[in-house]
């Protein structure tokens, strides 16, 4: 496993490697790496000669009053862990954002919804990035875990309209014991607000499992939802939607494919998760 | 000369040039093409072994009140003036943006100024589809005419921005023997027009020998092309401006390398030029 930082190395090593006609897969994260990460590149490994595995806490996609600051960072710990990858890149912020930067991309329906309606300009910044990093790595897949649902969604759009040639995978969120999405954020927590956020999936999974019984009213789902999160105090509710798994748009009557999404607070936690129905 | 109007075919012909190694250089148009045109063609067959030349009218660059409907179209002309092009890609309007089409590229500073502050949209109609094509064509040089300075230098900025890796040239302007700058709208002028139509380029050159004599203040540099300009009672001055070649910042002192960049109104036909200190 080899460490760069520096573009034009990143850039050279791929020419490289593809003159090999090599298959490269990418792993974009914002490090503080964990299970979810790991299988992402664990996929990306069974599936491309090459993997590489991007660690840049991306400041165009945090908000004014968002936790950049406190984001966690410990490049030894994701060097660690990531010893699979075969290259970590792990840019400077100087050299992603020069001074004189100023082009964005922006995917501008499928933001509107969702996280895109409470954190504006969270999604151009994540699609300004991830184009820079799919220009650099060059790959032939990209990996995106389905926690962050939108963001897949919102990153397949984006390579389709701009005629890229590089494939969108989503994989499927990965949980702990108790049910909790694997999150960076989950350090946040404190032991008390931990317990609790197990209730955000018992709410999802309550749903779904009423949806398997057959309940198709969206209103009728998230109620349910709602009331399992009623007995979880220190769980604030941001939004709770169930949309096309495709188009993100809300339904009227609930099929097999659709996502109950939803956003929390937990303290000052803002968490995020979702089912497919 | 091949003409490939399908977005996949056009991408499977690059890639198999590019395994055989073939440098590619790429003149992207909106076709009704000219000498300045054809210019830039030369440029590309000199530097690449294979260049392509695209003819797409890009809607997404022409305002709601702008000339989209009525832009000289004539694609048997154009394929017999660009026959020296190893690849015409003319690809159809539904391809390029199918209806869920909405991701957008946007260059944020360069284009406030100038032609950016009177054509709102119209810089990020070009870097989208610039990047669209540029993505479709993936060359390692395109080719771009200095009549249109502010695009060509906003181009430059979105290519190091991405991290993408393509060569961003510029040529010189190409001008008809009474020194008017080449141009697809030149069509739209009227004979007196058209006569008038002189008068931009006399204005910037006199500004340029005066400059040349010693002048440096943009302030009296643009008052003695105002003069001239006065002299043509068609032209309506939209716009006059020196700034820095590079920054498209306005200048205090001019130098060497700065641009006086302008654009009138000859009857309904708006015109831009600019000439380099």
Redesign the interface.
């Known amino acids: 496993m080899k460490v760069i930082t520096d ?1 034009k190395q990143m ?1 050279d090593t791929i020419k490289s490697l593809k003159k090999e006609g090599k298959s490269v897969g990418f792993v974009p994260t914002m490090g503080y790496l964990h299970q979810g990460h790991l299988s992402l590149l664990e996929c990306s490994k069974k599936e491309n000669d090459i993997t590489v595995l991007s660690i840049f806490v991306n400041p165009l996609q945090f908000g004014k009053n968002e936790d950049l600051d406190r984001y966690p960072r410990d490049f030894e710990r994701d060097k660690n862990m990531a010893k699979d990858a075969d290259i970590i890149f792990y840019p400077d912020y100087k050299d992603m954002y020069p001074q ?11 933001t509107k919804g969702l996280c895109g309606a409470y954190r504006p300009g969270h999604f151009r910044g994540v ?1 300004t990035v991830v ?2 990093l799919f ?2 790595v060059n790959p032939d897949r990209a990996y995106f875990g389905k926690k962050d649902y939108q963001q897949y969604i919102v990153i397949k ?2 390579v389709k ?5 590089i494939e969108i995978i989503g994989c499927p969120i990965v949980r702990e014991e108790d049910g909790l999405a694997m999150s960076s954020r989950n350090k946040y927590l404190s032991e008390e607000e931990r317990k609790q956020a197990t209730g955000i999936s018992k709410a999802l999974f309550k749903a779904k499992e009423e949806f398997e019984k057959g309940e198709r009213n969206p209103e009728k789902l998230k109620e349910i939802a709602k009331n399992v999160l009623y007995s979880y105090p220190l769980i604030n509710l941001q939004y709770l939607e169930i949309v096309d798994g495709e188009t993100l748009k809300q339904k009227q009557i609930v099929e097999k494919g659709d996502i109950m999404a939803i956003a929390v607070y937990v303290g000052n936690t803002r968490l995020i998760d979702n089912v497919e129905f």
């Open positions: 573009i850039k004189d930067f100023q082009t964005y991309v922006e995917v501008v329906e499928l699609t184009m820079k220009n650099i759009q984006m309209d701009l005629n890229m040639d």
